[in-house]
């Protein structure tokens, strides 16, 4: 009985170490995904630099009041918790795709920027372009205006007669 505690309490201490490094971190009810949906999820986290834990619902209490967050430390049902340390918001963005897939899956809450996320605001956060996205967009802004310029020194340079 008491390597059973000892062993949940490691679980718990090892949760929350990974919610302290995280960048980001949701929790979502998965009840009714299969195996091969859970897998691909799995997969598209891998690469992401996230990762799924399931267990029981007390682990994941105790991990995020060691961890330090009250806002989502009173979960029930079969949840799941995704931990980034790479890309903040693609967490968001697959939890987003899956449900608009299965419209059973539940997000309960999640911590993006040392911010509470509710339910409510999941489908604005998944549309956030990702990190590569958002750097390519910024760089096509900062090349626009000497790009106009060159264009329009050549539009003048072939207007006139040589």
Do not use: W
């Amino acid at each position: 009985m008491k390597t059973i505690i000892a062993k949940k309490e490691a679980d718990s201490q090892t949760l929350a170490e990974e919610l302290k490094a995280s960048k980001s971190f949701l929790v979502f009810e998965y009840l009714g995904l299969n195996a091969k949906d859970i897998t691909s999820l799995r997969r598209n986290l891998h690469k992401a630099d996230a990762k799924m834990y399931v267990a029981k619902n007390n682990i994941f209490n105790r991990a995020m009041k060691l961890a330090g967050v009250e806002k989502i430390s009173d979960i029930a049902g079969p949840n799941a918790l995704i931990v980034s340390k790479g890309d903040e918001v693609a967490p968001f963005k697959e939890i987003s795709e899956i449900a608009k897939k299965h419209t059973f899956i539940k997000f309960k809450g999640g911590i993006l920027d040392n911010q509470f996320i509710g339910p409510d605001s999941l489908s604005q956060i998944a549309s956030i372009p990702g990190r590569e996205g958002l750097y390519s967009m910024l760089l096509s802004c900062l090349q626009a205006p000497i790009r106009n310029f060159l264009y329009g020194i050549k539009a003048v340079g072939e207007s006139k007669p040589q």
